[in-house]
């Protein structure tokens, strides 16, 4: 058994720690996260079936030093694996790295002294949240063909139409609402977290999409208010809006010294419109002009979500945005796709598998980056990820099936749009399913 705290005392680096260790996270005792059902769980990638609380029916210190993150702290501290992180377990053994790794990376260090002062039980009164990941809600302008009504507030529509036939995956809601308020009374959690905003190191924005959400601007406003305008402000946006009721966001990012916008941008043009329905791509490209004028201290990159359908195309996105000098050429970092899985890359045919992998090496060529860039990483995980399994021909089937669906529910030709999956169309679209 691993004693995590004498790896703390042994001074081990972080890279050691991710060497010797197989389960331990920092961010059992440095994150919250809330999900935009209401769930906390570990963190974003956490199994959503187990979660540690609930925000809407339980206090934030209920849930802090409660009995079910306890005992996470108290296997973890130990290094033994919980099924709650067994995402991080998959990718780790199917390509070497993981967001338990990130987070070790970035803040094992602060948590040093949280986890040393951690009891038997796994009590840790000095735990402090100083990374917060609160979706307040599922409020989303767009359709994004991975994601669903529990992630969109725009899928609501779509998914009562198709919530007849249960086997469709994602695509059919119990809820009859469009907006899910992940947080029902936002105002007394963030009250309650004020006391923890002066330790906070960074701050993450997700959704739905958060620039439209009222809490992420209370949130600016009050770090504005109280000085705290060195805090890391990290973002996952569509990048579809830099304006919400008055208020420009460019202006309020003028007040930060550290914005990270991740661009959940999968690839370009009619193709991007395709994969994320509601994009206009014209007013992306504005959108990134207007940020690299306004405020060129926000530093912008690329976080597609790395599919069938982007994965011939997503290096010409980077390199468009690089001679754009939009990102640089660091600036991109791939989240792998599980689910849904007739979308996981793992189910390319080995032929268009090779060609990917051709298209991706022949990008890193082009960028120059040595083997510690963190593009470099990004991309040979994924390929290792891609090749750990073999192509399940029943995934291309169920994915034919549900593009047929939605092509005709959005009145969309997805085959015209993405020509390079021809192979895929031909051998294993059914038309007498139509």
Partial sequence: MTDIKKLINDNLSTTEMIAATKSYCPLLWSHLHVAATGQVMPCCVGDWKLPIGDINKDTFDEIWHGKEINKLRKALIQDKKVPHCKTCYLKEDESGFSLRHDAITKFHEVSKPMVLSTTKDGSAAKAKPVYLDIRFSNICNMRCKMCGHFSSSNWYADAKRLSKDHDIHNYDTEIDQAIIHGVQDSKTLLDRLEEYLPYVQEIYFAGGEPLFMEEHYTILNKLIELGLTDVHIRYSTNLSIMKYKRTHVVDMWKHFTNVYCAGSIDTYGKRAENIRKETVWSEIQDHMTLIT??????????????????????????????????????????????????????????????????????????????????????????????????????????????????????????????????????????????
């Fill in 293 to 434: 004028e306004k405020t060129p201290h926000v530093k912008v990159g690329i976080s597609p979500t790395i599919q069938i359908l982007n994965a011939y195309t997503v290096c010409e996105l980077n390199k468009q945005w690089i001679e754009n000098n939009w990102v640089n050429r660091w600036g991109m970092f791939w989240n792998i796709l599980q689910n849904p899985s007739f979308y996981n890359v793992q189910n390319l045919p080995d032929h268009m598998k090779e060609e990917v992998e051709s298209i991706w090496l022949s990008h890193l060529d082009w960028l120059h980056v040595n083997e510690t860039s963190p593009v470099y990483g990004t991309i040979h995980t994924a390929i290792k990820w891609m090749n750990s399994k073999k192509c399940d021909e029943k995934e291309l089937v169920e994915l034919c099936k549900h593009t047929q669906i939605l092509d005709a529910l959005r009145n969309e030709d997805t085959r015209a749009t993405f020509p390079e999956l021809n192979y895929i169309w031909e051998n294993y679209w059914d038309d007498s399913t139509s």
